[in-house]
């Protein structure tokens, strides 16, 4: 099936680290990824990360995967106030001969001085 | 650079307007995605092309309908717009369909408000 799960809020404090999280249902998953929404903007793609891996870096980014529990997380260094924003994670399925992502519900992150 | 444009940031339509809403990607992908974004529902999938005059039904088509005539452009049409039609639509595009890792290019959007 198709699901995939975020929590909704996350608050932080500039300075720390922001940890936020996804689960996904369908294990046949090759990609997935991890997009940024600025507010009253698009999806802007952050990063992301193939189903053979357990981790990327990417500057202050960190994706893990664990794929036996089907938990993806992305953690951010040293959090910005430029940092707050709305997050979705994807998963790509093939889908009948063709690709599609399906996005989470977004983790909206706020990023308080 | 990707880019993908959408002809308005913000539009209000009356009930049972026809409404166009049009997207425009300069990479020469093949693969074009219309979705809405509501809060609390994450991204659902309206319509996708795949080509020229190719189209398929994402998840929720109900009250939609596209149009791909040029490879570049992917337009989104409410034929009949309701209340329930009120949210913020993103167009996306993407490489060959090939490939696995099919990341899609947003477009800023286009807050819908039918009153």
């Known amino acids: 099936g198709e699901d995939v799960e975020q929590s909704l809020f996350l608050s932080v404090r500039e300075g720390d680290s922001s940890v936020i999280n996804c689960t996904y249902t369908d294990s046949s998953s090759t990609y997935l990824y991890w997009y940024k929404q600025e507010p009253g903007a698009g999806l802007q793609l952050l990063t992301y990360i193939f189903s053979n891996m357990d981790m990327k870096q990417d500057q202050r980014l960190t994706v893990l995967l664990n794929k036996k529990d089907k938990h993806l997380s992305l953690r951010i260094a040293d959090t910005q106030t430029g940092d707050s924003a709305i997050y979705f994670c994807a998963e790509a399925l093939m889908n009948t001969g063709f690709q599609k992502l399906v996005f989470g519900t977004g983790t909206r992150l706020l990023v308080s001085p | 650079d990707v880019k993908v444009t959408q002809s308005s940031r913000y539009l209000v339509k009356r009930t049972g307007e026809k409404v166009f809403l049009e997207c425009v990607q300069d990479?020469?992908?093949?693969?074009m995605f219309w979705y809405r974004q509501d809060p609390g529902l994450g991204l659902r999938l309206i319509y996708f092309?795949?080509?020229?005059?190719?189209?398929e039904k994402g998840d929720i088509p109900e009250g939609y309908s596209v149009s791909r005539e040029k490879k570049e452009r992917f337009s989104l049409i409410l034929e009949s717009a309701s209340t329930n039609q009120t949210s913020m639509y993103l167009c996306?595009?993407?490489?060959?369909?090939?490939?696995?890792?099919?990341?899609?290019?947003f477009g800023p959007g286009t807050r819908l408000t039918v009153t």
């Open positions: 990479m020469d992908h093949e693969n």
């Open positions: 996306a595009s993407s490489g060959d369909r090939e490939t696995l890792r099919g990341e899609q290019y």
């Open positions: 092309s795949y080509d020229v005059k190719m189209k």
